[in-house]
């Protein structure tokens, strides 16, 4: 028995959009392997739209869960040193993110499907630098300084993709934002770093620059 569909586009019921009005989240907006019937998942396994593309990575359920170990690790290991985690929106507007001609390469642009439809002004930034300078200067006023937070979330950079180099990788950031911080602040962060690092257990020497 097929799951209620919830389209995002009642042209495209496959396709998940944001428009300007509403909102969607996966939990609203079911796409095809989770809500559609036998026969749309079917019709969309034979046209090769679940096939692997390059540059990003699609885990198995063994490695999702070493994935999910791996996440909840350094998570933990950054808040014991203080570092709280930031939610930051994964758009912003493209003349936040104006840079050199090297950086604006790797920046993936926002549009809609429908051809025609006007500019969103949106791309996602390539690291979370930008977003969260952004955010501590429209938050600056709410927070006491100095300021510890921690990011590990998803990354997106438009580059040609090779071995070791993705288009979409997990970023692990620890940021500490203040006047006068001083060394104790790079001494801090290293420790958090160093911390994290060691308790993933990886096997293999690293050294901290």
């Known amino acids: 028995m097929a799951l209620p569909i919830r389209t995002c586009e009642e042209t495209q019921p496959t396709v998940y959009k944001i428009d300007r009005e509403t909102q969607y989240d996966l939990s609203d907006c079911q ?5 559609a019937t036998a026969q749309v998942a079917k019709e969309a396994l034979s046209q090769d739209v679940a096939d692997y593309i390059a540059g990003f ?17 350094v998570k933990t290991a950054f808040a014991e040193f203080g570092f709280s985690f930031l ?20 920046i993936f642009g926002v549009t809609r ?16 630098t930008v977003p969260f300078a ?19 979330s998803l990354s997106f ?9 993705f288009n979409a990788f997990i970023q692990a950031d620890v940021d500490v934002v203040g006047q006068n911080l001083g060394l104790n602040a790079d001494v801090e962060v290293l ?3 160093l911390t994290g690092l060691s308790r993933l257990n990886i096997g293999i020497p690293f050294t901290l620059y």
């Open 113 to 128: 499907l429908n051809e025609g439809e006007p500019s969103t002004g949106l791309a996602i930034p390539y690291d979370h």
């Open 191 to 193: 420790a958090t770093l």
């Open 157 to 165: 950079r438009g580059e040609r993709p090779r071995p070791g180099r």
């Open 87 to 106: 939610h930051l929106r994964p758009f912003e507007r493209k003349l936040a993110l104006k840079g050199d001609d090297d950086s604006q390469k790797q």
């Open 57 to 73: 990575v699609d885990y198995s359920p063994q490695e999702q869960f070493a994935f999910n170990e791996w996440q909840r690790t």
């Open 31 to 35: 796409l095809v392997l989770a809500s």
């Open 134 to 152: 952004l955010w501590v200067s429209k938050h600056g006023n709410e927070i006491s300084f100095p300021y510890k937070r921690q990011d590990v």
